[in-house]
């Protein structure tokens, strides 16, 4: 089974872009959830989605924005950017979201804003 | 709210010799916990998780850990580590309920196994 993909793996953008970030789940995953990881900050939780619906939203400014499809596939959207949303940005999958089940993670996607 | 503090951002050992993380959570529900490990340029990868009965919880790896409700803590123990244990481990809750696909982690515990 393959595992949860994102693409791309690396990007460059300048201050004020916005960019777009995309996550295959698991096949038969309808929940993925989005993390930004940093130095400073660590692992943050983004948001959650399952059957193109947002569930549960971290604490993060409107700037960040995601979306799913009907094939469970999300993308997040991160408009105006900042210098500080340089990070490493996690998706992972699991069945349905709950909390008793294990997420699995992809590899992410490294941002990089000059 | 819940939160998760792991002790200690890095822990060296040599190679062969016994090693434990440490992982407090603080929440005022009941909660699951998880282990997860990050090895350098990768996602992270689950070690065990607990989510009730046993307080005892293993890996197939040779990890395992505990939980206290008493103490609100989740340490990772190894008896013996290898060079290829070197990596970040991250303590999780999830405090259940309405709290979907949500993971709180604690920042970070680098260990490095030495030869």
């Known amino acids: 089974k393959a595992g949860v993909t994102q693409t791309p793996r690396y990007l460059i953008k300048t201050r004020g872009q916005q960019v777009t970030l995309s996550c295959s789940p698991i096949s038969g995953h309808r929940s993925v959830s989005w993390y930004q990881q940093t130095p400073g900050q660590g692992l943050q939780f983004l948001f959650e989605y399952f059957s193109e619906t947002q569930r549960n939203k971290g604490n993060f400014p409107g700037r960040f924005s995601g979306r799913q499809f009907s094939n469970s596939r999300s993308e997040m959207n991160v408009s105006t950017l900042e210098l500080g949303d340089s990070a490493l940005y996690l998706c992972a999958s699991s069945l349905a979201g709950d909390s008793q089940e294990t997420q699995y993670f992809g590899p992410g996607t490294r941002l990089l804003v000059l | 709210a819940q939160s998760v503090t792991q002790l200690d951002s890095q822990v060296p050992v040599f190679e062969e010799a016994p090693v434990e993380l440490r992982c407090n959570y603080s929440s005022s529900v009941s909660v699951y916990l998880f282990w997860y490990v990050q090895y350098p340029n990768q996602g992270l990868q689950l070690l065990l998780k607990?989510?009730?009965?046993?307080?005892l919880v293993e890996s197939i790896n040779g990890f395992e850990a505990e939980f206290n409700k008493s103490q609100t803590s989740f340490h990772l123990r190894k008896p013996s580590v290898h060079i290829s244990d070197t990596a970040e481990y991250f303590c999780?809750?999830?405090?259940?309920?309405?709290?979907?696909?949500?993971?709180?982690f604690g920042q970070g515990t680098i260990l490095t196994v030495h030869p």
């Open positions: 607990y989510l009730s009965g046993s307080t």
């Open positions: 999780a809750v999830n405090a259940g309920g309405t709290s979907y696909g949500k993971l709180t």
